[in-house]
């Protein structure tokens, strides 16, 4: 009975994605930092973050919600890549990685094979590190 009435209620209404995801927990961050800090700033900012989440839940305006969240995931994907990137780097002990001292062009090599020589799949160039 109560299922079927929250989920009359939120019919037509936009409820959660990644953006409500961060905001909360930017505000159990916050909850948490406010623990140990007593700063009021920190209160109300947490309040408002909180409020602002349950209004994008309960807004029957679909398509501004999607803009902000799609808005939101252009802005994060790039942090979230090389955050990914950084941690699949911290995993492999089979690899060494470098950057193409010409075009930026990330590349992986063996370890322990000493010095040799890396050529660039991108831009072509050539270059000596030690794996």
């Known amino acids: 009975m109560i299922r079927r009435a929250l ?3 939120m019919t037509g209404r936009y409820g959660g ?3 409500n995801l961060f905001l909360i927990v930017v505000y159990v961050i916050l909850c948490v930092v406010g623990l ?5 700033i920190l209160e109300i900012i ?3 973050l909180v409020f602002v989440c349950l209004f994008r839940s309960f807004s029957r305006q679909i398509e501004k919600r999607r803009a902000e969240n799609a808005k939101f995931l252009q802005f994060a994907r790039p942090i979230v890549r ?3 990137s950084l941690r699949a ?3 492999d002990r089979d690899h060494r990685y470098f950057k193409c001292p010409n075009c930026g062009q990330q590349m992986r090599v063996p370890r322990g094979k000493g010095r040799i020589t890396v050529h660039c799949r991108s831009c072509g160039a050539t270059f000596e590190e030690k794996s």
């Open 7 to 9: 989920t009359q209620f």
């Open 17 to 19: 994605d990644q953006l």
């Open 36 to 40: 140990f800090v007593r700063w009021g």
């Open 46 to 48: 947490s309040l408002v």
């Open 82 to 84: 090389s955050f990914n």
């Open 89 to 91: 780097r911290m995993a």
